[in-house]
């Protein structure tokens, strides 16, 4: 097939932009889930449990966007290597911000009885579905609009605009969070839930605009895309795949910092909401320097010694984090979680969504990031919930999900050092044999008609 018309300009500072707004919607909705799972839910949705039930159901219902989130990775991931990365960035977008609009409409268990937490759970479900595709979808977007020589820079905008998200869901419910409890229980909780709609449009109108990426429309013109790009992703990239799957682990650090410890700190040590989610938005706010600046090292050094020192880092330093949040401190508190959350964590979470991009190829690198994504990150779903079951008492309760979370961090590790260096890669070869994949499939075994 030949090209029959001019390819889109390159646009890296739009799409890092795009992509930053993008993941700050579809990411503030999801935290501010988590952070009303650790806070309210427990009491507005499952009443008739006892508080530690409770608590446990909550976040198993936090869990079951984990569970939605590869069926939206493969189904995300094929549209958006058929279709292209922009028409499906737009749709994940919409869904999200639409789930999250209706969960702040939701009558609670009082009003409707069980009703309530199905709609909860279905409503969550939605949530997950379209956050399979929004990074993996935008980093996809982002790498292939960027120079070569800057890729894990603008893709770190990705993982910002994630960041972001945490930080304005968490300064709007600080105010909520220090509401009387009759106030935050009956209408108090909703209000971060109402507000995506305002952050949506913003970021719709932002997304709507950009064009497709050239690298994709080259894919399409020059060789034509695959009519089930799972084939050839399970055929001729399954290894690259794996590797993904298990350095998505990693990010069990993130619900560590944002659910658990959240609930951890204010329930047995005495520390106050308000405290605890200060001290979250401080630590984003340094992780939006701090990601830039890893994406900056991993264009000039390469990505594995940055990704793996963050995955090592994190898994040594995931006791003495644990281990400072039982002395009940806000300083220490805030300077543990500066350490290991705004430097060492930043690190590798700065640099997956080129890392993992670059293991792929154009024809399959939505449908590749997405699946190996949300398999790996179904870890992190159900941290929370792990954490709670196997949480211990005393001062040392917490050395069971230290040893978790660190066993997830070097999993991710190891399976990063296995992977080729590719930030000296050309964007169009990234993928091909010697570009981070054991091997490419010949031009006619990926043709259409093949597959």
Partial sequence: MTTTHDLPAPAPRKAALASFMGSLVEYYDFFIFGTASALVFNKIFFPEFSSGAGTLAAFATFGMAYVARPIGAVVLGHFGDRIGRQRVLVFTLVLMGLSTFLIGCLPDYNTIGIAAPIALVVLRLMQGLSAAGEQSGASSLTVEHADSGKRAFYASWTLNGTQAGLLVGTLTFIPVAALPDDIL???????????????MAIAYIIRRSLPETPVFEKVKDAEGVSDIPLLVLLRFHWRALLRVILCATVSVMSTLFSTFALKYATDDFEVT??????????ANLVMLVSQPLWGIAADRIGRKPVFLGGAIGCAVLAFPYLAIITTGSFWAILFATLVIQSVVYAAANAIW??????????????SGVAIGTQLGFMASGFLPLIASAILGEGQLGWLPVAIVVAAFSLIAAIA???????????TMALGENGAGTARTAPATELSPATV
Avoid: C, N, Q
Avoid at 185 to 199: D, E, K, T, Y
Avoid at 273 to 282: A, G, N, P, T
Avoid at 353 to 366: G, I, L, Q, T, W
């Fill in 185 to 199: 229980l009956s209408w108090g909780w909703r209000v971060p839930f109402l507000f995506s709609a305002v952050v």
């Fill in 273 to 282: 909401k308000s405290s605890m989610l200060l001290i979250s938005v401080i």
């Fill in 353 to 366: 969504p080129s890392f993992y991009s670059e293991m792929f190829p154009a024809r399959v690198r939505y």
């Fill in 416 to 426: 990063a050092a296995t992977a080729k260096e590719t930030h000296k890669t050309d």
